[in-house]
């Protein structure tokens, strides 16, 4: 994978704000493309989940939101091929998987997100 499937936080929104959220010219055009990004795990829901939140900074809760008009800048939610083993939540990771934009509900856990990476793997840095 080029480095030009690097996303980072700080490339995914050009803002965010009362009247909504903008993408980066940049993450338009990875949508529905391979990328990689890096950051923390947030501690998971279950530890069979093959969901999480990936942050920019290590946290020591689920920064989970009721709705995506409360949606935090700094976090995406990964969706797993496979179940994870167990990674220190201050250990720093690298997921690769399709980048996912918009408002979407997950129908088994209700949970809204605005920004996705599917068909996920991880790996520790």
Same mark, same amino acid.
């Given at each position: 994978?080029?480095?030009?499937?690097?996303?980072?936080?700080?490339?995914?929104?050009?803002?965010?704000?009362?009247?909504?959220?903008?993408?980066?010219? %940049?993450?338009?055009? &990875?949508?529905?493309?391979? /990328?990689?990004?890096?950051? $923390?795990? *947030?501690?998971?829901?279950?530890?069979? +989940? %093959?969901?999480?939140? &990936?942050?920019?900074?290590? /946290?020591?809760?689920?920064? $989970?939101? *009721?709705?995506?008009?409360?949606?935090? +800048?700094?976090?995406?939610?990964?969706?797993?091929?496979?179940?994870?083993?167990?990674?220190?939540?201050?250990?720093?990771?690298?997921?690769?998987?399709?980048?996912?934009?918009?408002?979407?509900?997950?129908?088994?856990?209700?949970?809204?997100?605005?920004?996705?990476?599917?068909?996920?793997?991880?790996?520790?840095?």
């Amino acid at each position: 994978m080029s480095l030009d499937s690097q996303l980072s936080f700080d490339s995914l929104y050009k803002s965010v704000g009362v009247l909504g959220t903008q993408y980066s010219e %940049r993450a338009k055009l &990875l949508k529905g493309k391979s /990328v990689r990004m890096r950051g $923390f795990i *947030a501690p998971p829901l279950k530890p069979e +989940s %093959r969901f999480f939140v &990936l942050t920019r900074e290590p /946290v020591a809760v689920c920064p $989970f939101c *009721a709705s995506d008009a409360q949606w935090p +800048s700094d976090i995406v939610v990964i969706y797993l091929k496979a179940t994870l083993a167990p990674v220190n939540f201050s250990r720093r990771i690298e997921v690769t998987g399709k980048l996912e934009m918009g408002s979407w509900t997950d129908p088994e856990t209700g949970f809204v997100s605005q920004v996705r990476i599917i068909d996920a793997e991880v790996s520790t840095l």
